[in-house]
């Protein structure tokens, strides 16, 4: 009987596509947040598997911070062209622009925050009801709680105490006029199966994951690449170091790794031996000890 | 990529297991353990916990700050709700659902158990036995676990006595006599101390068993799904819009049960049309078998009217097919359950309403015994019931496949998941 046995990446692949096939048939618009990262990479791979032969049945939504690298906008755009997607774009410059947003300031200043607000704006004026996200319950402990049909209120609010349980593979996502679901295809798959599965398949990623030259600054232990949203403080200087992003977020609040891994092989190698975890580097983590926790109550991705 | 492959990085194993143990049992320390061991604690999570454990006052660092992600768990010191936690040997990949195990969870229980292939239960060696390593015991064997390892911690605080574990073993498989679990096996630990957990203890030279590690990277799961009743629940049908794929009609979803192949005969329930398997479309491609829990394309020879909530069976082997089902239902939700009451019903991918009909026992999960005085089912309370569905449904019973044989109800004026059931 042994034939009969997926292996882990099978089966995790079987499950994220089962789940996306089930926010199309339970959900009338539902919409795939695209950050132009790995994880969004890989679940908008098998988004397309799960519905092939015929097109993606949605749209793909890319909240734009205004302060994203260049190398994601255009990876983005390449791909979206490739699939023939339909491409939403929300943009945090114009929330700001029109008021409903604030900048915020000071030398951490990041617009992370903020992207809830365009997020939740963006999800209501296109009547979508279901948001699908690359969160992994691997990557923070606050995520570790969320289940894969995430219930959000008429706030977009998240209520972590008082979730929906999950039993088997039946998925609930009933919900009234105004609400709105997050879902997680990836919720089981950590860091290592994502590359493995990148391996796997053999999925294109932006350069940025792979290591090259750039300037940077050591801000308390976190590495952020050289751009005109970082000003330098007191005693801090632009250093040339050979680097890859192990995430990729807005300039201003992703670190930088130092590595010499060139293929997606030395990569799991890095991975394998790495001794903190991928949103180590995060600055926007770091703010307190359950700011992922505060952020997704209202909103976050 | 080849080493890759060689060294089985990419061609591991999933095994899901499920934790339960009482207040203190250890259970938070024997995950510490199995992650720390297998090298799964990064640095800046264990930085991250040792300054919480140090600003709480606390002298060790607290392996449960781990599984415990939320500011209310944090602040009160207890888990609320089921965590997932992964990690992973060369051998296999692990998912963990960490499941509170305070009297008032039983619904995270379940609800973590719902997906397991193994569950580990903790029993303190110095308390043995006790109601609450009963109800963990009755959980497993109601949801099915097929594997139970039960873990006598604390051996360390009874001189590694081989009496003491004899005797736990020996009162719990008495009381297992008369639960439904396949396989259940026992071990010695000591998790703080790391004995029997990864590396073989030097103070139980008595104990000749496997460490807990070993299991859980040996034991067969290839027989844990069902693959010989065949069930393909329709998910979603597939028609692309394009003059290339004018013909093409896709009936997608996950296999439920048994081994599908093109030229299979099959029968479309509820319609009862039967027709052969033109082809199957995995995510890879086309493929000449495809099983349970592969998610796929199924294209038939002849064009039926076939849509979601459908079921694709063998034509001489066919789920039961009725509107009225009994079930075993865990009851998840503050509001009781009401007989006479109607709630939505979801059941692989059929989603219909039905009628409480009658309330036959409660369960009462310490002594097995049924209660048919009290007829009250609230928050954790496990009874049999019957309910009547607004149109036929085509299942298994639960013990036979877990996916065909599982629902949940939902209220229909919150939309909340109030109660789960497995059909018998």
């Not at chain 1, 890989?42 to 092939?52: E, P, S, Y």
């Not at chain 1, 983005?76 to 409903?100: C, F, H, T, W, Y």
């Not at chain 1, 590495?223 to 990729?248: C, N, P, Q, V």
């Not at chain 2, 013990?399 to 998941?417: A, F, K, P, Y």
Request: net charge neutral; hydrophobic share 40%; glycine share 6%.
């Amino acid at each position: 009987m042994q034939r009969y046995i997926l292996n882990h990446l099978r089966e995790l692949e079987a499950e994220s596509i089962f789940v996306i096939r089930e926010v199309v048939a339970q959900f009338e618009k539902p919409v795939l947040l695209f950050s132009g990262g790995k994880d969004s990479i890989v679940m908008l791979h098998l988004a397309v598997k799960a519905f092939k032969p015929a097109k993606l049945p949605f749209p793909l939504l890319h909240i734009d911070t205004g302060h994203n690298f260049q190398e994601t906008l255009d990876f983005r755009d390449n791909l979206v062209k490739e699939l023939d997607a339909r491409l939403v774009v929300g943009s945090v410059q114009e929330s700001i622009n029109k008021g409903r947003a604030a900048e915020e300031t000071g030398s951490n200043a990041s617009r992370n925050v903020l992207q809830t607000i365009t997020l939740l704006d963006t999800l209501e004026e296109y009547g979508f009801d279901a948001a699908m996200g690359g969160g992994r319950r691997d990557e923070e402990k606050a995520r570790a709680k969320e289940r894969f049909f995430s219930h959000r209120d008429e706030f977009g609010q998240w209520d972590p105490k008082n979730q929906r349980p999950e039993l088997w593979n039946l998925f609930n996502g009933r919900k009234i006029q105004g609400e709105h679901f997050r879902v997680f295809p990836l919720s089981n798959w950590t860091e290592m199966d994502v590359w493995q599965y990148v391996l796997l398949e053999n999925i294109e990623m932006p350069s940025l994951y792979f290591a090259h030259d750039r300037e940077c600054v050591n801000r308390k232990g976190v590495l952020l690449a050289k751009s005109e949203y970082i000003r330098l403080m007191d005693g801090e200087k632009w250093e040339k170091m050979h680097i890859r992003f192990r995430t990729i977020g807005d300039m201003s609040c992703t670190g930088a790794t130092v590595s010499n891994a060139c293929t997606i092989e030395d990569i799991i190698q890095e991975v394998a031996a790495a001794r903190v975890t991928e949103r180590g580097s995060r600055a926007d983590d770091k703010r307190s000890e359950t700011s992922m926790e505060d952020r997704k109550k209202e909103g976050y991705f | 990529m080849s080493n890759f492959s060689n060294n089985g990085y990419l061609n591991m194993e999933l095994l899901r297991f499920t934790t339960a143990g009482s207040v203190d049992d250890g259970k938070s320390t024997l995950i510490g353990r199995l992650l720390y061991d297998s090298k799964s604690i990064f640095e800046d999570q264990y930085e991250a916990i040792r300054l919480s454990s140090e600003r709480r006052g606390e002298h060790i660092v607290n392996l449960a700050l781990l599984t415990d992600g939320l500011r209310a768990e944090r602040e009160q010191g207890i888990t609320i709700d089921v965590a997932y936690r992964y990690f992973a040997t060369p051998k296999r990949k692990f998912i963990i659902a960490d499941t509170p195990g305070h009297v008032q969870y039983t619904r995270n229980m379940v609800t973590g158990a719902s997906t397991a292939n193994l569950a580990i239960i903790l029993v303190d060696a110095r308390k043995g036995v006790i109601e609450q390593t009963k109800r963990h015991a009755f959980i497993a064997s109601l949801l099915g676990i097929p594997h139970v390892v039960v873990c006598v911690n604390k051996m360390d605080l009874v001189d590694y006595d081989q009496a003491t574990f004899e005797r736990i073993k020996k009162d719990f498989q008495g009381f297992a006599s008369k639960l439904n679990v396949q396989d259940i096996q026992f071990i010695p630990i000591s998790a703080l101390h790391g004995d029997n957990v990864v590396k073989k203890s030097a103070k139980m030279d008595w104990y000749m068993g496997a460490t807990l590690m070993y299991l859980l990277e040996t034991i067969h799961i290839g027989s844990d799904l069902n693959l010989v009743d065949c069930r393909f629940p329709v998910q979603y049908v597939i028609r692309p819009h394009a003059d290339e794929y004018h013909d093409y009609r896709g009936y997608a979803g996950r296999i439920a049960g048994g081994v599908f192949k093109p030229g299979d005969r099959v029968m479309v329930l509820p319609s009862g049309f039967t027709t052969r398997i033109k082809a199957i479309d995995g995510p890879e491609g086309p493929v000449k078998e495809a099983f349970a829990p592969m998610s796929v394309t199924i294209r038939l020879e002849d064009e039926l009217d076939v849509s979601r909530g459908d079921m694709i069976v063998r034509e001489n082997n066919v789920p039961k097919v009725s509107q009225d089902l009994n079930i075993m239902v865990c009851w998840m939700h503050p509001r009781r359950l009401q007989l006479k009451g109607k709630y939505a019903i979801h059941h692989t991918t059929q989603q219909a309403r039905c009628v409480v009909k009658n309330i036959l026992y409660k369960i009462d999960i310490n002594t097995l015994h049924r209660k048919q005085e009290d007829l009250e089912v609230g928050l954790n309370d496990i009874a049999r019931i019957s309910v009547r569905t607004t149109r036929p449904f085509f299942f298994d019973k639960y013990q036979l496949n877990r996916s065909s044989g599982s629902v949940i109800l939902i209220d229909e004026n919150t939309n909340e998941t109030v109660g789960s059931g497995m059909i018998i």
